[in-house]
């Protein structure tokens, strides 16, 4: 696989900028006052400038390790602590405070966990609810390895507005990028979601960039239209981290309108595609 250094420098559409004023300085201390960690940081998310500056941010739940290893990703690996009973009421007074009407929740991975984490999940939303009524959730859960089942079953006591899980590249890469995946069981975590919960809207993420071939992307899209997919995200990979996999294409912003295109052709009713898209980057957009 070629490295970032073979194919140059950031592209020009790649540069951002960090982020300022009194609203990003709000999300910032009240993140830190309630001791609430986000997957802007944690996965040093480009986006991080211009999404606390609007107000919103991505929480990360049930800790910072994860009990998988993806290489694409820079949240730690190792054995993860039980699940903190206080983090719900944390989250709840966050929203709260910043006024959040659109709230996006994620999590490591907890294969340690009977559930996957999922009571976790359902406990922050219904704590969120008592706080902030009208609120409306998006989650993106890990792929429930061994609980899918009975994980949904739990989630379905607090139904988000839009159950997301990526499955993040083609199968084809799912070796070198996502080793503890799998891209059927993935697959099927989205296809369950949309027959137990029908009213609520399934999506899915995919990162470009990582060597993935054109065909194979078609193809994916073809499995999640099979599987009842509503929503995908399609965004440029970035290197979060020295050691996380090296980018091999910079894909460019008039791929990804072609992309976005091809996806509505194929039947998504909402696509969000561009070189900063991310799975949560303006989640809360109904029409896009
Ligand atoms: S795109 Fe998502 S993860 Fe990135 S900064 Fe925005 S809310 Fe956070």
């Known amino acids: ?10 592209p020009p559409w790649l540069k951002r900028r960090l982020g300022s004023g009194m609203t990003f300085n709000h999300t910032n201390s009240t993140l830190e006052e309630l001791g609430i960690e986000t997957i802007c940081t944690h996965a040093n998310c480009p986006n991080q400038g211009e999404c606390w500056s609007r107000g919103t941010a991505t929480v990360l739940i049930l800790g910072g390790i994860c009990t998988r290893n993806c290489k694409f990703c820079s949240v730690a690996t190792g054995k993860p602590l039980p699940p903190d009973p206080t983090e719900p009421l944390r989250i709840a007074k966050m929203a709260k405070e910043m006024g959040i009407k659109y709230l996006v929740i994620t999590s490591v991975d907890r294969d340690d966990l009977d559930d996957g984490g999922a009571s976790h999940f359902r406990d922050v939303m219904l704590k969120c609810r008592e706080l902030v009524p009208e609120i409306r ?24 507005f839009v159950f997301g899980h990526n499955i993040e590249t083609t199968p084809a890469l799912y070796s070198i990028a996502r080793p503890g995946g799998n891209y059927k069981r993935s697959l099927e975590l989205l296809r369950k979601a ?4 029908p009213d609520t809207k399934t999506k899915t993420s995919m990162m470009l960039g990582l060597g993935e071939k054109d065909e194979d992307l078609i193809q994916c899209m073809r499995d999640l239209q099979e599987v009842g997919c509503d929503r995908l ?7 979060p981290s020295k050691t996380s996999l090296d980018v091999v294409e910079y894909v460019t912003p008039e791929k990804f309108d072609y992309w976005r295109d091809r996806a509505k052709e194929l039947g998504f009713s909402w696509v969000m595609s561009s070189p900063f898209t991310r799975s949560s980057y303006h989640a809360e957009q109904d029409e896009v």
Do not use: T
């Open 1 to 10: 696989m070629s490295s970032d250094k073979k194919i140059g420098k950031l």
């Open 137 to 160: 959730f998006e989650l993106l859960v890990p792929d429930f390895r061994d609980s899918q089942d009975k994980s949904l079953e739990i989630l379905e006591e607090a139904l988000p």
């Open 194 to 197: 949309k027959q137990r919960y």
């Open 233 to 239: 995200s399609l965004g440029q990979y970035l290197k």
